[in-house]
């Protein structure tokens, strides 16, 4: 990850003078470019804009033609436009209502390419969570809860009549789902957040492809991460592989600095876990979440971690292996925290059988 | 493996099941067997050659050993339409590999505790030990496996089928609303073509 970010701060500078001489009347045929944010956190913007003075180089390569979180842009214009008139749209969120599914079939069908921009539009991650609970749970969690003052009980309603017209909500869907489950999609930038400077790489990538000065990446290819494993860029040591506990980082005072975490017994998705971030979290002494999602190959993220986690459990007695599993407190949480929509099973059973409204 | 001929008596511990399958008659579950080359194939094989019979909703797949089997194998099963996976290998300290067979009862452990938190019945997925020589035995679990899965009912996990859930209503409604002057926008490759014609009927009637 490292070469791909390097060639990028040399290149910068050469773009610029080229995007200028250009102008202002060239700026109707710059490619267009959205960037989407359905249910997310705006995390993935801010991740965006941490790409610091490139961003100047996305404004003078792309003409911004939606992007909520920080300029006025209208849904109709959206619609206005040819279908393929945008060149790239960045979606950064997952799919939870029907308005965000339709804005997505709207993007897809106006832009050339459509990328899963993070973790929410490729796997769900954190809001994707909720498919462990029904409609129904999650709305009167949030409705009628301790923190919650609602003494009328109310709940929302997707349909009002005002003395002007019938007001429309988006309506909150049974399950919450990825974008690729909703539309085709040609990329997927990884990471809650993707980093900024593997933001810059993909979207140099996809410029330069523009420019004529570049290959196109291959539809479907994973941008700025790698194709290997968190592991292989952790730089501590990996010596034995025998778990005979797993604990919780608040349970111990201290780790080792320099041991792999899982043979510490903390429980670190890094065997499963897309590179690309830098092993920032190991490095930092605590253990991989998995935010860069499903490793090169892996078909669903938490079957690859309980395979990797179940093999180097120090234990070949059924109630023994039952003591050094009871570490693993959550398995949904630990094994399918960023994934859970994107996984094969795809939410609970409750989510979609007992969705009593 | 099964035997269909009808000449073959059920053994000793088998005949208890008979009232089992007639009475189920509405429910046949299906269950995805993954059986070691070493051991438990073999058995399956013993099984047959004896005229021993098993219930046929099993769909036995031979790996080489049980510590080949990725816990994906089970969840896609799971996904794509079967009410049970049954899981057999060697008998611990008899592995063909040494110890893979461990490897296969840890995962085992760990996908149930998995399964369980996502509203699978633990039941629905379960390992057995069976030597070469225990065609019997496999026989015998995999009717026990068979009634006890029957007794749960079908599992339908509609993972795939939430793609398209309800997304041919959704474009009505929204035309409903007077959101998109286009109309409802096609699919372009659809998420899923399998999904894609499963939903053409609901689109046309909506027309």
Redesign the interface.
């Known amino acids: 990850m490292s070469p791909a970010a390097k060639p990028t701060a040399k290149a910068a500078p050469a773009a610029k003078p080229a995007a200028k001489s250009n102008g202002a009347a060239r700026a109707a045929a710059k490619p267009k470019l959205a960037i989407f944010g359905a249910a997310s956190c705006g995390g993935c913007d801010i991740a965006i804009v941490n790409i610091h003075e490139h961003i100047v180089d996305v404004a003078n390569a792309f003409d911004i033609v939606l992007w909520p979180t920080i300029m006025d842009g209208k849904y109709s214009d959206i619609e206005a436009m040819a279908d393929g008139e945008i060149t790239i749209t960045l979606v950064s969120g997952s799919m939870r209502t029907d308005e965000t599914i339709h804005l997505a079939k709207l993007l897809r069908r106006k832009s050339q390419f459509v990328v899963a921009f993070g973790s929410c539009a490729s796997e769900g991650c954190i809001p994707g969570l909720a498919n462990l609970s029904s409609r129904k749970q999650i709305i009167d969690t949030a409705f009628t809860t301790s923190s919650t003052d609602n003494p009328e009980n109310v709940r929302p309603i997707y349909e009002y009549q005002a003395p002007e017209g019938v007001l429309h909500l988006p309506e909150f869907e049974p399950v919450l789902r990825t974008l690729d489950q909703v539309v085709e999609i040609d990329y997927t930038i990884p990471g809650c957040p993707p980093e900024s400077k593997q933001i810059w790489a993909a979207l140099e990538a996809v410029v330069k492809a523009l420019n004529g000065t570049g290959p196109l990446p291959p539809k479907g290819s994973v941008l700025g991460a790698g194709d290997s494993t968190v592991c292989d860029e952790c730089a501590r040591k990996r010596n034995v592989k025998h778990i005979s506990e797993f604990v919780r980082i608040q349970q111990v005072a201290s780790f080792d600095p320099e041991i792999c975490l899982l043979e510490q017994g903390l429980p670190c998705n890094g065997p499963a876990t897309r590179n690309g971030c830098g092993a920032l979290c190991p490095a930092a002494g605590a253990p991989c979440i998995g935010c860069y999602g499903a490793a090169e190959g892996v078909i669903d993220y938490g079957a690859r971690l309980m395979s990797a986690f179940a093999s180097v459990v120090d234990a070949t007695k059924p109630e023994e292996i039952d003591r050094v599993l009871d570490g693993i407190a959550d398995p949904v949480g630990q094994f399918y925290r960023f994934s859970l929509a994107g996984s094969l099973l795809r939410s609970s059973r409750s989510a979609w059988q007992d969705d009593g409204e | 493996m099964s035997t269909q001929t009808p000449v073959a008596p059920a053994p000793v511990e088998g005949t208890a099941q008979a009232t089992g399958v007639a009475q189920a008659a509405t429910f046949e579950p299906v269950i995805i067997g993954f059986t070691c080359n070493w051991c438990s194939y073999r058995a399956a094989d013993l099984a047959g050659t004896a005229r021993t019979k098993y219930e046929p909703n099993v769909r036995l797949i031979r790996l080489m050993c049980s510590g080949r089997l990725?816990?994906?194998f089970?969840?896609?099963a799971?996904?794509e339409g079967a009410d049970a996976v049954l899981v057999s290998g060697c008998h611990?300290g008899e592995c063909h590999y040494i110890?893979q067979n461990?490897?296969a009862?840890?995962?085992f452990?760990?996908?149930q505790?998995?399964i369980e938190?996502?509203?699978?019945e633990p039941a629905r997925l379960q390992l057995v030990w069976a030597s070469a020589a225990e065609g019997v035995r496999l026989a015998n679990e995999i009717n026990r496996v068979t009634d006890e899965v029957r007794e749960l009912g079908p599992l339908n996990?509609?993972?795939g089928n939430?793609?398209d859930?309800?997304?041919a209503d959704?474009?009505t409604?929204?035309e409903a609303?007077g959101?998109?002057?286009?109309g409802?926008?096609?699919?372009?490759?659809?998420?899923n073509p399998q999904h894609a014609a499963a939903k053409l009927p609901a689109a046309e009637a909506a027309r």
């Not at chain 2, 938190?117 to 699978?120: E, H, N, R």
């Open positions: 990725d816990p994906t089970v969840l896609k799971f996904a611990p110890e461990y490897k009862l840890r995962r452990r760990l996908l505790r998995t938190a996502l509203g699978i996990w509609p993972a939430l793609v859930l309800d997304s959704l474009d409604a929204w609303t959101g998109d002057a286009g409802p926008p096609e699919i372009p490759g659809g998420a």
